[in-house]
């Protein structure tokens, strides 16, 4: 144990913790473990910046864009209305279909934009054949994870832990080399949740409408502002209402016209202001100076067509730029031109009380009050994903055709050895953007740059370990701890760590951090490192015991009204069982 290893460790524990107790967003832990890296000297700056010029960065950029392009195109929208036909037949062949469909699609798109396609379409059809979505989300989730794993493009982390490999000096991984090994996973998956795990799953009927689902219970209220009023003249954010009170007003109506709600409408005396309240607020309301109350009754989803809006349910999306921040921090109502947000969901209670200042998370749905204006402007949200009521995108005839042909041609000639998967997915790219698949600002949008951010960061920490020893050390206390059963406990023993560690830290970290020390393990045992890389690259992706585990967990866990529990309950089972299926054909696929 030297003192830069110590240092190193020291970093690296901390980066874990942070990751773990979540106090600071995940790309933010990454870029602050790589600058301690090149403040203590362990790494230089070229050696602490070198993760964002690697390989894996640009190619998880690269595919971020092209798996948009081809969700904007409108290709994979036949999916989703095949999927519906399928569901009202039975509700044992959608869970098929939906985890074969997911799977399938996750080999080659972000698996989180197949959720986000997908999860409407689900939820659809979950009112149609009147099935909880709690009875399907969880293995449309599941389904994309186990399909991620089947191709070197299918997630970031087996992107990630290749380009690992090959600064390691290690022949960096093929297109279908996951194959064989992730079409077993899939269907080992596919088959526990047929025959075990759909019995495990929660069935939480979701009422009819919206505001019954949200607990909404409020009074519909109408409010004439009176000419003494010490509301009139000033802008509806500074109001008493709002401010005060904080009452969510609806809709405002002067000489008998109807006007668009935002944060500086100035009132006016005969202002008549509809508005949204609870019972308490409503007896404070009663005894506010200046005001007169025309009208009071329950509050129901009718009403909104009422000014011609509808309610919407919207998820933060992972590595939202939202995450924690308060809706009055964002603006949010003066940024979607109006729109209201009346609940929120957040994990499993539902919050009415104080909205603006209710820090979001990722996962959380927000119950909105919009008009087709306003539900537009959230559609092209990317920092939020509209659940219900939402647009597919329409068939673009002119885009299906190049996107299709420049998809296969990219999986193609990285799979062949024509090119590596770098340069065939940067070539993809520009090609979708000449043709005109993609507009070259929609592409920059397509991007999750807080991905990017964060696989840049935490390469860092395996340049620390090899550069520092630390790896070497590591892998001589697994050898004298579990070399002595040999390697393929060893291997075991890895898939074992890697699953659980991803399902309380990011999945792209726990590969940064335990691929150098497999492969160095295997090393210094004198056996073949692939068995040991695919262990981690599988076991970092598999994730079903938390919905923090993996970001498609995290959109579905709102939606779906699950519970921590229910994760537990259903995934533990299934990593386990792959677990060991892994430690049986990952060293037949992979000779040790």
């Not at 840049?456 to 579990?482: F, N, P, W």
């Amino acid at each position: 144990m030297t003192v830069e290893i110590g240092i190193a460790l020291g970093i690296i524990l901390l980066a874990v913790i942070l990751f773990v107790t979540e106090r600071l967003s995940i790309d933010t832990v990454a870029i602050l473990t790589m600058v301690l890296f090149m403040v203590t000297g362990v790494l230089t700056p070229a050696e602490g910046l070198a993760g964002f010029s690697n390989p894996a960065t640009v190619t998880v950029a690269a595919m971020f864009i092209i798996s948009s392009a081809i969700f904007k195109s409108g290709a994979l929208n036949s999916i989703g209305t095949g999927l519906t036909r399928v569901g009202r037949r039975s509700y044992l062949l959608c869970l098929l279909a939906l985890m074969l469909i997911s799977g399938s699609l996750s080999a080659f798109i972000n698996d989180t934009a197949v959720v986000a396609l997908l999860m409407p379409v689900v939820i659809q059809v979950g009112k149609d054949i009147r099935v909880s979505p709690s009875k399907l989300l969880m293995p449309l989730s599941f389904g994309a994870l186990l399909g991620g794993v089947c191709t070197l493009i299918g997630t970031s982390t087996n992107i990630l832990v290749s380009g690992i490999a090959q600064t390691q000096g290690v022949e960096p991984l093929q297109m279908f080399e996951f194959l064989p090994a992730g079409i077993v996973f899939l269907l080992a998956g596919i088959t526990y949740m047929f025959l075990v795990g759909r019995h495990m799953l929660p069935d939480r009927k979701v009422p009819d409408n919206l505001s019954e689902e949200f607990g909404l219970g409020d009074y519909l209220t109408e409010i004439v502002l009176l000419p003494g009023s010490p509301m009139v003249g000033v802008p509806l954010q500074q109001s008493n209402l709002v401010r005060d009170l904080d009452i969510e007003v609806m809709q405002v109506t002067r000489d008998k016209e109807r006007l668009q709600v935002f944060p500086s409408l100035m009132l006016r005396a005969n202002d008549v202001l509809k508005v949204l309240i609870g019972v308490e607020k409503l007896k404070k309301l009663k005894e506010e100076q200046g005001v007169k109350l025309k009208s009071e009754r329950k509050f129901r989803d009718e009403d909104m067509s009422l000014y011609n809006s509808m309610l919407y349910e919207a998820i933060v999306t992972p590595n939202s730029y939202m995450e924690g921040k308060s809706l009055k921090e964002l603006n949010f109502r003066a940024y979607n031109y109006g729109a209201s947000v009346l609940a929120i969901r957040h994990r499993d209670e539902i919050v009415h009380d104080k909205l603006a200042h209710v820090k979001l998370s990722a996962g959380d749905v927000l119950l909105i009050s919009a008009n087709p204006e306003q539900a537009e402007k959230l559609r092209q949200n990317d920092d939020i994903l509209l659940i219900s009521q939402t647009a597919r995108s329409s068939f673009n005839y002119g885009k299906i055709i190049p996107v299709l042909l420049i998809s296969v041609g990219i999986v193609l000639s990285a799979a062949t050895g024509l090119v590596p998967i770098v340069l065939s997915a940067v070539v993809g790219v520009v090609l979708l953007v000449v043709f005109g698949c993609i507009r070259l600002d929609e592409a920059y949008e397509a991007i999750d740059w807080k991905v990017i951010f964060m696989l840049g960061g935490v390469l860092s920490m395996g340049a620390a370990l090899e550069k520092t020893g630390a790896a070497r050390l590591l892998a001589d206390y697994l050898i004298l701890g579990v070399g002595a059963y040999g390697p393929h406990a060893l291997l075991s023993v890895f898939f074992f760590a890697t699953f659980i560690t991803t399902n309380f830290m990011s999945n792209n970290a726990t590969a940064a951090l335990l691929a150098p020390i497999a492969i160095v393990t295997a090393q210094e045992m004198g056996v073949n490192e692939r068995p040991f890389i695919m262990a981690v690259a599988y076991a970092a992706s598999l994730s079903f015991m938390t919905p923090m585990g993996y970001q498609t967990n995290t959109m579905i866990y709102g939606p779906g009204n699950y519970r921590f529990y229910d994760f537990l309950k259903v995934g533990t089972p299934l990593n386990l069982l792959l677990w060991l299926l892994a430690s049986l054909i990952i060293p037949y696929f992979f000779p040790l």
